[in-house]
């Protein structure tokens, strides 16, 4: 019985510190970036988008920075919606948060073929795709959000674009079509000289530049044909 009282008091214990320390964090989060409580505590919806981001500090800058762009476009089939809640956009890469609503409860939906094209027939140069998902509930759920993602390997110029969906789950299937316009000024491109050789382990590596989109950085780098290692 004294096993089972100090058992008890452990966990006691143990709820109440991480009780404290996910409120420490959640408070000194606020405290850091006052972008982050602002987006938090005004704007409706929000809290699923940072849910989604928080652990991608360079996604969360993005939103900070107002790159972050709301578009509230929307297509229903068969007790399914999927909506097209907002994006991030810079020159060579699109991000697009979306939101599944389901007329009844479901434990599983995925996310296939998500097709991007442009609504004036130019040619989108893509380079790699990435769709958010699969998405679990064990006990079902009727709303799931995620992202799919596109990066083109050259800077893009439509505005206008269409988006196809194909989604399944527990046996049913639906197709959506989702036309949507990023109306915002895509972000440019920011170069910054490095220039600076460091050494590792006796090898040479120039850093040349560092180019920075909001969604992502590229470092340019040159090794010195003296080294030694591959």
């Known amino acids: 019985e004294e096993k089972q009282r100090?058992?008890?008091?452990?966990?006691?214990v143990f709820s109440i510190v991480a009780a404290a320390v996910l409120l420490l964090g959640f408070f000194t989060t606020i405290r850091v970036s006052p972008t982050f409580a602002h987006y938090i505590t005004i704007i409706p919806g929000m809290e699923k988008l940072v849910e989604l981001i928080q652990d991608d500090?360079?996604?969360?800058?993005?939103v900070e920075n107002e790159y972050y762009q709301e578009i509230g476009v929307s297509d229903e089939a068969a007790g399914l919606t999927v909506t097209i809640d907002g994006?991030?956009?810079?020159?060579q890469?699109?991000?697009?948060f979306y939101t599944l609503e389901s007329e009844e409860e479901r434990k599983e939906l995925f996310i296939d073929r998500p097709q991007l094209t442009s609504q004036d027939g130019r040619?989108?140069?893509?380079?790699?795709i990435s769709a958010g998902g699969p998405h679990y509930s064990?006990?079902?759920e009727k709303s799931f959000s995620g992202t799919v993602e596109y990066f083109f390997q050259t800077p893009y110029e439509a505005k206008e674009f269409e988006l196809g969906l194909q989604v399944s789950g527990e046996g049913d299937k639906w197709s959506f079509n989702l036309p949507f316009s990023i109306e915002e000024e895509l972000a440019k491109k920011k170069t910054y000289d490095i220039n600076k050789t460091v050494k590792i382990e006796g090898q040479a590596i120039e850093f040349i530049e560092a180019t920075v989109y909001p969604l992502r950085v590229a470092v340019h780098v040159k090794m010195d044909g003296e080294n030694t290692k591959k």
């Open 57 to 62: 500090k360079g996604r969360m800058l993005a």
């Open 6 to 12: 100090q058992k008890s008091r452990n966990r006691k």
């Open 138 to 140: 064990e006990t079902g």
């Open 123 to 128: 040619k989108l140069d893509l380079g790699t």
């Open 93 to 96: 890469g699109l991000v697009l």
């Open 87 to 91: 994006a991030i956009a810079d020159e």
